[in-house]
């Protein structure tokens, strides 16, 4: 079975540059995570999906973050403007609707200059 | 509100064990898992306890109580390529998918 698929794997942009992810999930898996981890923290949940619908999005800063999964398979993540603080890596995770964990990308980090 | 705490960094012996402890308060409670991420690379699924007892999976076992709030990962006979960062996740149950909440990570290095 393939995993969670993202891309690009690395980003550099300078500060108030626009950026998109992008990620393709496990075939299948209904809900949908992105995580921020920042360098030495655990990953923190900007938004959930299920299927193409948001069920939780209360940590995303809205000002600059926006997500949207069509068709309730792909997703992709943007930061428009980013800012220094924004640097990290996002990680992609699919679940099933078994009771089980999420399965990750690789990730994409995300150095803002 | 939502509440994950582990220790920040351990240090074990190869070939010894070592016990990683997370204390979790969440609105609501569907699993606890363990995983295990090394640098620069992704998370990767170690555990999983949704009812109280210990869970014993190879070199890897973790223990849940609900009552206590509490979980703890053992790894047995260590082994250098177990130096990683150890992640304790509550799966929120009042949440349709299942909310993953992380801990911030416990560093953990083996040394010869």
């Known amino acids: 079975e393939a995993g969670v698929a993202q891309s690009p794997r690395y980003k550099i942009i300078e500060k108030r540059q626009s950026v998109a992810f992008w990620c393709n999930p496990i075939?299948?898996?209904?809900?949908l995570y992105w995580y921020q981890q920042i360098l030495g923290q655990g990953p923190k949940l900007l938004i959930q999906?299920?299927?193409?619908?948001?069920?939780?999005d209360s940590q995303l800063p809205k000002d600059r973050f926006s997500a949207e999964r069509l068709k309730g398979v792909d997703s992709t993540l943007k930061i428009q403007p980013a800012k220094l603080e924004d640097s990290a890596v996002y990680l992609c995770?699919?679940?099933?609707?078994?009771?089980?964990?999420?399965?990750f990308g690789q990730g994409t980090r995300l150095t803002v200059v | 509100g939502q509440n994950i705490d582990q220790p920040t960094e351990m240090t074990a012996t190869e070939g010894a064990i070592v016990q990683i402890n997370c204390t979790y308060q969440?609105?609501?409670?569907?699993?606890l898992f363990w995983y295990q991420q090394h640098a620069g690379e992704a998370p990767t699924f170690l555990s999983y306890?949704?009812?109280?007892g210990l869970e014993e999976k190879g070199r890897f076992s973790s223990f849940l109580s609900r009552s206590k709030g509490y979980s703890y990962l053992l790894l047995k006979e260590l082994q250098m390529k177990d130096s990683a960062s150890y992640l304790c996740?509550?799966?929120?149950?009042?949440?349709?998918?299942?909310?993953?909440?992380f801990g911030q990570g416990t560093e953990l290095s083996v040394k010869p």
């Open positions: 999906f299920q299927n193409n619908g948001v069920v939780d």
């Open positions: 306890n949704v009812l109280d």
């Open positions: 969440t609105s609501g409670f569907n699993g």
């Open positions: 996740a509550v799966r929120d149950r009042y949440n349709q998918g299942g909310k993953l909440i």
């Open positions: 075939s299948g898996h209904a809900t």
């Open positions: 995770a699919s679940s099933s609707s078994l009771p089980l964990g999420a399965f």
